[in-house]
């Protein structure tokens, strides 16, 4: 099939098809059900089959229409057959159910057989039926939909009374009452069979030969229903839903002439009834739906001649007319003349909707909505402008959000119904711009993308409905309106839908300003992107001036205020990207403004915002000068500016603001104010008040228990130290000595989070703060980065933090040959530099959170990686066979842990050091290593992925530098409980190890590797526990079956080492030791030896 445009079949994956292409698979699966009806198997295969057939086509149903007559006709046909097992029945009719629920049940009702002989066999198959019998509905289902077509047949249905069995004389009206019988009774299903039950009511009902016998009755039994039925049980409201569902069909699909005498009544019981309290929502749906149908029965059917028309349905009469503005129509011959009589009842009808459109679920507000619209359209003009000033009552700060919305989606409807009139376009207009930057606050989070999204449906409806000429006046507010949300809103539904809206004026209009241009910009895919399309699509549609300034007030309007803070920092951000493009505006008004709602406002959202705002502009503003007028930075902004931006963090400090849970989420804006405040290098003497305050709001932030204000933080300490301290030598001595000793002192604290704090302000330092302290900084970072005897899991993210920093500290001094230990990363320094660095590549410390040394391990990787390839570089001379050697088998090991991150680290790590250029001297079995880690085939590999990393890393097995690195990391997959891991990491050791029997030097060499392994971890339960499993994998699959024949002592070592071992109170231990010990029975044909055995299982049963 070369006809499709996506690459998968599911609904809404965007795949497009140009014809049916299951259609031979379809028709086999409607001929073989017969056949396999008695294969319940067969049939749920099958099921799922079709389901997937119809369901690839819920987009493009119609593309099955030539197939499907042939195939209702044949499933329909089994169900008929005399004797067919109900299953067959329930397969067969289920197929048409899935059919009608793809292609809809009114356009397959076309194709159902409507014969007059076809109505007694439907009748008394639905009367067999048992409706108590979950399983069939699908079957009543069917057969209700086919009994609503065959009730049309042309013939007076008393001649069909006759034909049936029993009947004659007696049974005039038998017909007729099993079909009301029957309609009555599935009214008040539980299931779909409620919905085709009202359908069928509305056709039986209209029929001329029966609507005066059985229509008033049937009218009784509704009202009567809806009156006394219990709305508190279950059963009442499925009783009130199948009611209310028929009197909605009834009105929908009987002539007007006969139901209008009814819908006094009705509309009276339906006030009374009060629906629109009710707490179930189906329920005031259908209330709403009535009501609709009940005001369009009030009124006589009419097209409004005074509707706004724009073309006509002829594509030839509108193309003709094109050049001409569309107008009114005119009004018809003596139409408007005769006086329109508009009944009593219609007030209540359009207060019902009204209500319904304040409604809080978004079905019955919908329905409102079109009813709304349905019904003005057979109204005078004048009742009809009534309407619509009505519904822009809507729009006022006093309505909760269920109002905006319901307003928006009537406009909409009215407007794409040609009831809006040009006259009103000027108060619509102005309520939608409000309407799409709507957002009601509730609490910690706000309520409004439903609005917007229906705001943007409204200016979609004005491109379809309106002539270009006649919304000339508002397509720059429509135009500027639309990109703002399709640019800035928070939800992606909401830029997608102004983006669409956008595109349609565009293309239905096509005078809105560079909307071509704007367009191509911010697509409906593009906008999908949150961070995008804020910091990138805003900056290229800013370069309009009409689209510049909306984009920036929209910003400081409502996105600096917003609730959810990520975006009010992305705000911040995105006026940072726009200030290139209008920076007088931000200077002379934006930022001033700001300033003055940082010292004004209570609203602490605002004052985040503000706060983050104004940062971000003032280091625009420094960038977008020429590097010869950026000293004169304070100049350029005034002397008022300058001095009220400086002495920002003073107030905020002297009042007390980082507080309490809000000072906590200005606390990450005010330290990024303190890094853009040192990114703008104001001169010394506008520092001097203010630098230490600065250092003093840094330090009591390093600290922080909350990860991202620590590192932002360090963001600002690095700024401070660089931009602040550097070049003023004076201050940068007089600081110096304080800092290190601070930061030095925080790692020897008891203290988890003052220790984390330290290091991270040690590693962040420059190297003219770390020069002449190197050896006192390195010495402590060292200590802490080694393992802490006695509670070792209360300092992981310390030594995480402290392996990281010495990186950062060695790469920011830098290395010299020969140089001070006090200046540089040199001989006398580097070895203790990589003790640390390897031992705590080796940190397994385990606390409640699982094995947490994983991220010290993870951090000594990259450690080791950026401080090997320093070296490399320039510095080969420093580096020794034993260093690197033992940096590789780190490395090694990690490549085949357990931990899928872990591992893609590691083999990360390990590709760097292999392809680095110049390359790293004296990796063992170099060209070994990059004949299995391919460059270009390990590029495109997710090393996190088990199925892709093991092959390749258990490959290492085979090279004898880093046979036991590789063997100690695999056995602590192979013994994980990770099924994938598992999986792939014994698969992979088997393939391995698969000829190593054939050579007796290979063999001996690994077996010596797994003892020497047992040994070194005897008393480590987490090597131990692992190696047993591993053991048990090779042993039951015959590694060491060669064992007996090269007669090397291996399984006697095991049996000795295991005996030994299997002394503990682990039980997954002793359990694998069971398993090993059965094993080597196998190895070991001397009778003591199997008696040993039989005595430790022994001992090992009374253990557990």
Not at 815 to 821: F, H
Request: glycine content about 6%.
């Amino acid at each position: 099939m070369e006809d499709v445009e996506g690459t998968t079949g599911c609904p809404g994956s965007g795949q497009m098809y140009d014809h049916f292409t299951d259609s031979e698979e379809l028709e086999s699966l409607v001929e073989e059900l017969a056949s396999i009806c008695g294969n319940n198997s067969a049939l749920e295969r099958s099921q799922e089959r079709f389901i997937g057939i119809v369901d690839k086509y819920q987009e493009q149903p119609h593309l099955m229409d030539p197939y499907l007559e042939g195939a209702i006709t044949r499933l329909l046909a089994l169900g008929r057959k005399d004797g067919a097992p109900a299953t067959l029945v329930r397969q067969a009719y289920g197929y048409v159910r899935l059919i009608a629920k793809t292609r809809g049940p009114k356009v397959v009702l076309r194709w159902f057989p409507h014969e007059v002989a076809d109505l007694e066999p439907v009748l008394d198959m639905l009367e067999a039926q048992d409706h108590t019998d979950h399983q069939s509905w699908e079957v009543r289902y069917v057969l209700l939909l086919w009994l609503s077509i065959l009730v049309l047949i042309p013939f007076n249905l008393s001649r069909m009374d006759g034909t049936a069995p029993g009947g004659g004389g007696g049974g005039q009206h038998r017909t007729v009452d099993r079909v009301f019988v029957l309609a009555r009774r599935y009214l008040g299903a539980e299931d779909k069979c409620q919905d085709a039950a009202s359908y069928l009511v509305s056709k039986f009902l209209s029929r001329p030969d029966v609507k005066g016998l059985r229509l008033p009755a049937f009218m009784d039994w509704c009202l009567s229903t809806l009156h006394n039925t219990d709305r508190s049980t279950i059963h009442g409201v499925i009783v009130l839903r199948g009611a209310l569902g028929a009197l909605a069909s009834l009105f929908k699909y009987a002539k007007r002439c006969d139901v209008v005498d009814f819908a006094p009544s009705v509309l009276e019981h339906l006030s009374n009834c009060r629906f629109a309290s009710s707490d179930n929502i189906l329920i005031r749906k259908l209330n709403i739906k009535v009501i609709q149908r009940l005001g369009m029965a009030f009124l006589q059917v009419r097209v409004a001649s005074w509707r706004y028309q724009r073309g006509s349905r002829s594509l030839e009469l509108t193309l003709a007319s094109a050049v001409a503005p569309a107008r009114p129509l005119p009004p018809q011959a003596g139409e408007e003349d005769e006086g329109f009589d508009v009944p009593e009842e219609l007030e209540e009808v359009l207060a019902q909707l009204m209500v319904g459109l304040r409604d809080r679920d978004t079905v019955v507000r919908w329905s409102a909505a079109k009813g709304v619209g349905r019904v003005t359209g057979r109204l005078p003009k004048e009742l009809a402008d009534q309407v619509v000033g009505s519904l822009l009552e809507f729009f006022n700060e006093r309505e909760r959000h269920s109002a905006w919305h319901g307003g928006c989606l009537a406009l909409a409807e009215l407007g794409r119904r040609g009831l809006l009139l040009p006259e009103r376009l000027s108060s619509v207009v102005s309520v939608v711009l409000k309407a799409l930057v709507f957002e009601e606050r509730m609490g910690g989070y706000s309520i409004g993308s439903h609005v917007r999204d229906a705001a943007c449906y409204v200016c979609w409806s004005f491109a379809r409905a309106y002539d270009p000429q006649e919304l000339a006046p508002f397509v720059k507010d429509l135009a500027v309106g639309l990109v703002t949300t399709a640019v800035f809103d928070r939800e992606v539904t909401c830029r997608k839908a102004a983006s669409a809206a956008f595109q349609e004026n565009v293309g239905r209009l096509g005078t809105l300003p560079h909307g071509i241009e704007v367009f191509t910009a911010a697509d409906y895919y593009s906008v999908s992107v949150t961070r995008r399309v804020y910091l990138s699509i805003s900056v290229h549609i800013a370069q309009y001036p009409e689209y510049c300034r909306p984009l920036i007030d929209h910003l400081v309007e409502h996105k600096l205020c917003h609730w959810d803070s990520s975006l009010r920092e992305l705000a911040a951000e995105a006026l940072h990207n726009l200030t290139q493009r209008d920076p007088l505006y931000m200077k002379d008004n934006v930022l001033p403004s700001l300033l003055a709602t940082l010292t004004t406002s209570a609203d602490p959202s605002l004052r985040h915002g503000a706060l983050c705002a104004v940062a971000e502009l003032a280091h625009a503003l420094y960038l977008h000068l020429t590097p010869a007028h950026r000293p004169s930075f304070h100049d350029n902004l005034g002397h008022s500016v300058t001095s009220t931006l400086l002495l920002t963090v003073p107030k905020l400090l002297g009042a007390e603001a980082f507080k309490g849970s809000v000072g906590e989420s200005l606390r990450p804006a005010v330290l990024r104010f303190i890094q853009k405040m040192s990114y703008c290098q104001f001169p010394p003497s506008c520092l001097k008040d203010v630098v230490g305050v600065w250092q003093l709001v840094v330090d009591e932030n390093l600290p922080h228990t909350e990860r991202r204000i620590s590192e932002a933080a360090v963001s600002a300490l690095t700024a401070l130290c660089v931009h602040c301290y550097c070049p003023n030598e004076q201050l940068l001595i007089a600081v110096q000595g304080q800092l290190v000793t601070r930061y030095t002192r925080a790692l020897d604290s008891h203290d988890h989070f003052i220790r984390m704090g330290g290091a991270l302000a040690l590693g962040c330092l420059p190297c003219q703060l770390l020069q002449g302290k190197l050896c006192e900084i390195l010495s402590k970072l060292c200590s802490v980065a080694e393992s802490i005897e006695g509670q070792p899991a209360k300092f992981t993210e310390p030594r995480r933090d402290a392996v990281s920093a010495i990186s950062n500290v060695c790469v920011s001094v830098g290395v010299a040959s020969g140089g001070s230990p006090e200046q540089h990363v040199c001989e006398a320094n580097l070895p203790s530099v990589y003790r640390s660095m390897l031992a705590a590549s080796q940190d397994y410390t385990i606390d409640s959170r699982g094995d947490i040394g994983r991220l010290v391990r993870e951090a000594a990787m990259d450690a080791l990686l950026r401080l090997t390839l320093l070296l490399a570089t320039d510095h080969q001379s420093l580096l020794n066979a034993d260093i690197v050697e033992r940096v590789m088998c780190s490395l090694v090991q990690q490549s085949n842990e357990k931990i899928d991150k872990t591992r893609a680290v590691a083999l990360n790590s390990l590709t760097q050091l292999l392809y680095h250029q110049p390359p790293v001297p004296y990796i063992p079995h170099h060209r070994a290593l990059m004949s299995i880690f391919n460059k270009e085939a390990t590029e495109s590999i997710n090393w996190s992925v088990a199925e892709s990393s093991f092959p390749l890393s258990g490959q290492l097995l085979s090279l004898p530098a880093y046979c036991y690195p590789t063997l100690l990391g695999m056995a602590a997959s192979v013994g994980c409980f990770t099924e994938s891991t598992v999986q792939y990491s014994s698969s992979s050791l088997l393939h391995c190890l698969k000829g190593i029997s054939s050579c007796q030097s290979q063999l001996e060499y690994f077996c010596d590797v797994v003892l020497s392994m047992y040994r070194d971890h005897m008393k480590n339960n987490r090597v131990i526990a692992p190696l047993l499993v591993t053991l048990d994998v090779l042993l039951s699959n015959g590694i060491f079956d060669a064992c007996l024949q090269y007669r090397h002592p291996f399984p006697l070592e095991v049996f000795s080492l295991v005996t030994v071992s299997s002394r503990s109170t682990n039980m997954s231990k002793t359990l694998a030791s069971v398993d090993v010990y059965a094993l080597t029975l196998t190895y070991t044909p001397s009778t003591h030896t199997h008696t040993h055995t039989v005595d430790c299982v022994t001992s090992f049963s009374f253990q557990m």
